[in-house]
């Protein structure tokens, strides 16, 4: 199956600073990646989809300005979480859907983000 | 809009014996369904998928889901657990159609295999 490579897998930042996570399709295009948060023993929550090209749309109730998202290529999104928080700490999952395909997404790894 | 709701949230079983993990969807428009499971501190990996025809659909793992519409469910069943079967399952609908839909993803059902 197609891969999608999440980079890094696990950071740790200081309270104040910003982090940026990447969301690479390795062998495919992808038009369009999502950007999930799960916290401990829950489930996955979308904030946000990434549109190659254009601005993301994010869901009700996830600030824009402090979860920035670019989509500058058809292989690569990129999270930043600016001013991060410790209640920004977090488990982030990237997805992209195959645009061959058409009928499956496939999730990066995944980055464990700790905010001290 | 869609819905998805796993009625357990956790489900201890015996080494070898079946498991069942229940998924019911709510949604006003024809839906891909999916498992996907997600091992500590990893991404989802896709157990199995239905888009359409036959509602017997087989998996990886010896893992098969059943989609019943009358009932909008989609039951994931494995006959016989293995302790590596220890892990989150999560069922997902996306809306049919155009590439990029999202999916929205049950509460998830965490399967604890006992030796």
């Known amino acids: 199956g197609a891969v999608v490579s999440q980079h890094p897998s696990w950071v740790i930042c200081k309270s104040g600073t910003s982090v940026k996570i990447e969301c690479r399709s390795l062998?495919?295009?992808?038009?369009?990646m999502f950007w999930y948060r799960q916290f401990p023993k829950q489930s996955l929550m979308l904030m946000a989809t990434?549109?190659?090209?254009?601005?993301?749309?994010?869901e009700q109730g996830v600030e824009k300005d402090k979860f920035l998202i670019n989509h500058a290529s058809l292989t690569l999104s990129t999270l930043t979480v600016t001013s991060a928080h410790p209640e920004d700490s977090s488990f982030y999952i990237c997805?992209?859907?195959?645009?061959?395909?058409?009928?499956?997404?496939?999730f990066g790894q995944g980055t464990r983000l700790t905010v001290v | 809009a869609q819905s998805v709701t796993q009625l357990d949230s956790q489900v201890p079983v015996f080494e070898e014996a079946p498991v069942e993990l229940r998924c019911n969807y709510s949604?006003?428009?024809?839906?891909?369904l999916f498992w996907y499971v997600q091992y500590p501190n990893q991404g989802l990996q896709l157990l199995l998928k239905?888009?359409?025809?036959?509602?017997l659909v087989k998996g990886i793992n010896g893992f098969e889901a059943e989609f019943n519409k009358s009932q909008t469910s989609f039951h994931l069943r494995k006959p016989s657990v293995h302790i590596s079967d220890t892990a989150e399952y999560f069922c997902?609908?996306?809306?049919?159609?155009?590439?990029?839909?999202?999916?929205?993803f049950g509460g998830g059902t965490r399967v604890l295999v006992k030796p």
């Open positions: 239905y888009l359409s025809g036959s509602t």
């Open positions: 990434s549109n190659e090209g254009s601005k993301a749309t994010y």
């Open positions: 997805s992209a859907w195959d645009r061959g395909s058409n009928t499956e997404a496939f």
């Open positions: 997902a609908v996306s809306a049919g159609g155009a590439a990029g839909n999202k999916l929205t």
């Open positions: 949604s006003s428009v024809s839906v891909y």
């Open positions: 062998d495919f295009q992808a038009t369009t």
